[in-house]
């Protein structure tokens, strides 16, 4: 079993920043893929950001270039720097977590909701 703690949610104005942290503990492989999904209400759960333990990583087309995915293998901690936010990312976002390489989640965290509004 894995657990995902997540914080780091909010509400921000348009423009504006917030970083997400989720630390993953538990029975960790040293081969993971862990990352971040959002859910708007009224829409399905969409890919966000992942990145593997080897460093690899996958962005969604609409939060290219405005978020950065990093993570801390040491301390099993994935991070999501969010930029230049928009109503539009207004979400509830989940950390996710794979015992492999592109898998689909195995774990998920409980989610934190990220709100953008002046």
């Known amino acids: 079993q894995v657990q995902l703690a997540e914080s780091g949610g909010g509400l921000v104005q348009p423009g504006g920043s917030l970083r997400l942290s989720c630390a993953a503990s538990g029975s960790i492989f040293s081969i993971n893929t862990m990352g971040w999904y959002r859910q708007a209400p009224g829409k399905e759960r969409e890919l966000v950001a992942t990145m593997t333990s080897g460093g690899s990583t996958n962005y969604a087309d609409s939060v290219k270039g405005r978020f950065t995915i990093s993570r801390d293998n040491a301390k099993n901690t994935v991070y999501l720097q969010m930029n230049s936010l928009k109503p539009e990312d207004t979400a509830v976002y989940y950390c996710?977590?794979?015992?492999?390489?592109?898998?689909?989640?195995?774990?998920w965290g409980q989610g934190t909701q990220v709100t953008v509004s002046s």
């Open positions: 996710s977590y794979s015992n492999t390489y592109y898998s689909p989640p195995h774990y």
